[in-house]
């Protein structure tokens, strides 16, 4: 719950920070064939609050400004994300669904029947953002470095635990990447979200907690977590004195969790070129950059075609670690 709090927390003082900043706007775009002549509306396939519907929310708050037209966030949890995708919507470019690395690229391989093909279903837009997980521990954990964790976890094999918001999250599969192959192992501690586990990391009934950098970003600021490590390709935000995992010598170790948007496949090209141009005018805005940024991930703001190359690339590559961790949901 007290992460739940804390994204919450984050989002509307993001959304006012849009409010306060310069009053730059995105350029309007010329309407395509009458196209869009109503309301867009935007499936976040989780509840208000989290990762998901911040990122949609940072996109959608200014997007009217290229579109001319409203943008209206539909949220709809439930089974890991795979309702809200699964959802029936016309190819006409009035549904985009906000996906994430966890929905689009795990999902498929960890649930036996998921509802929704990913290839199949969707045409990639574009991808808002990429942005590391990190490695906590409680302020008042004797762990003070990544060094410290490998050298107990070492030589105290399977005594170290390491809390996740769940089985088959991505915080789970980066710590069975770090246990199996990297010669750090841990004994996972799965929870109901990240807010039970950032209670316990706190009171210190498990050691170390991997999550994304939106649940902990403002804990850091606040002295309550220390960071680790990060699992980004470089240092990032308000974790910019806190070393990558790759800086650490560690292999196959780069891992970025990412939001983007997706039409339902079908959707006529031009629309789809249209909310592509939309969305990046909106995030090229230095307010929403900031947003991003602050909020530890970096704007990626790709072509469609790199995007649904990282989607098939990410796809494979977490196909592989699923079946290395055993998790399976039916």
Same mark, same amino acid.
């Given at each position: 719950?007290?992460?739940?709090?804390?994204?919450?927390?984050?989002?509307?003082?993001?959304?006012?920070?849009?409010?306060?900043?310069?009053?730059? &706007?995105?350029?309007?775009?010329?309407?395509?064939?009458?196209?869009?002549?109503?309301?867009?509306?935007?499936?976040?396939?989780?509840?208000?609050?989290?990762?998901?519907?911040?990122?949609?929310?940072?996109?959608?708050?200014?997007?009217?400004?290229?579109?001319?037209?409203?943008?209206?966030?539909?949220?709809?949890?439930?089974?890991?994300?795979?309702?809200?995708?699964?959802?029936?919507?016309?190819?006409?470019?009035?549904?985009?669904?906000?996906?994430?690395?966890?929905?689009?690229?795990?999902?498929?391989?960890?649930?036996?029947?998921?509802?929704?093909?990913?290839?199949?279903?969707?045409?990639?837009?574009?991808?808002?953002?990429?942005?590391?997980?990190?490695?906590?521990?409680?302020?008042?954990?004797?762990?003070?470095?990544?060094?410290?964790?490998?050298?107990?976890?070492?030589?105290?094999?399977?005594?170290?635990?390491?809390?996740?918001?769940?089985?088959?999250?991505?915080?789970?599969?980066?710590?069975?990447?770090?246990?199996?192959?990297?010669?750090?192992?841990?004994?996972?501690?799965?929870?109901?979200?990240?807010?039970?586990?950032?209670?316990?990391?706190?009171?210190?009934?498990?050691?170390?907690?991997?999550?994304? &950098?939106?649940?902990?970003?403002?804990?850091?600021?606040?002295?309550?977590?220390?960071?680790?490590?990060?699992?980004?390709?470089?240092?990032?935000?308000?974790?910019?004195?806190?070393?990558?995992?790759?800086?650490?010598?560690?292999?196959?170790?780069?891992?970025?969790?990412?939001?983007?948007?997706?039409?339902?496949?079908?959707?006529?090209?031009?629309?789809?070129?249209?909310?592509?141009?939309?969305?990046?005018?909106?995030?090229?805005?230095?307010?929403?950059?900031?947003?991003?940024?602050?909020?530890?991930?970096?704007?990626?703001?790709? &072509?469609?075609?790199?995007?649904?190359?990282?989607?098939?690339?990410?796809?494979?590559?977490?196909?592989?670690?699923?079946?290395?961790?055993?998790?399976?949901?039916?």
């Amino acid at each position: 719950m007290f992460a739940t709090l804390n994204l919450a927390r984050m989002l509307a003082a993001s959304l006012a920070a849009l409010a306060m900043l310069s009053q730059a &706007t995105a350029e309007p775009l010329a309407a395509r064939n009458g196209y869009p002549a109503q309301p867009i509306r935007f499936i976040s396939p989780f509840p208000p609050g989290g990762g998901n519907d911040a990122s949609t929310r940072w996109v959608t708050t200014r997007l009217t400004e290229a579109t001319g037209q409203p943008s209206v966030v539909e949220n709809r949890g439930g089974a890991g994300g795979n309702i809200g995708a699964k959802a029936e919507a016309k190819p006409d470019g009035y549904t985009v669904l906000t996906g994430q690395v966890s929905l689009m690229a795990v999902n498929p391989a960890l649930y036996s029947a998921p509802g929704f093909d990913p290839l199949k279903n969707f045409v990639p837009i574009t991808q808002i953002n990429a942005a590391p997980l990190a490695i906590v521990v409680a302020s008042a954990s004797p762990l003070k470095s990544f060094a410290d964790l490998v050298a107990r976890s070492k030589g105290e094999p399977g005594r170290v635990t390491y809390a996740t918001p769940g089985n088959g999250t991505l915080s789970h599969l980066v710590g069975v990447v770090l246990s199996k192959e990297n010669g750090v192992p841990m004994t996972h501690v799965p929870y109901k979200g990240a807010g039970p586990a950032i209670n316990d990391l706190l009171g210190q009934q498990v050691d170390v907690l991997i999550t994304s &950098t939106s649940s902990v970003a403002g804990m850091i600021q606040a002295g309550q977590v220390r960071a680790l490590a990060v699992t980004s390709p470089r240092r990032i935000g308000v974790f910019g004195k806190v070393p990558t995992l790759e800086e650490l010598g560690l292999r196959n170790a780069r891992f970025e969790d990412w939001y983007g948007f997706f039409a339902p496949a079908g959707t006529p090209p031009e629309r789809v070129a249209f909310l592509h141009d939309a969305i990046v005018r909106t995030l090229q805005l230095p307010e929403v950059t900031k947003l991003v940024v602050d909020g530890g991930s970096e704007v990626v703001a790709n &072509t469609p075609e790199a995007f649904a190359a990282q989607l098939r690339q990410d796809m494979e590559r977490w196909s592989r670690v699923v079946k290395l961790s055993g998790a399976k949901i039916d």
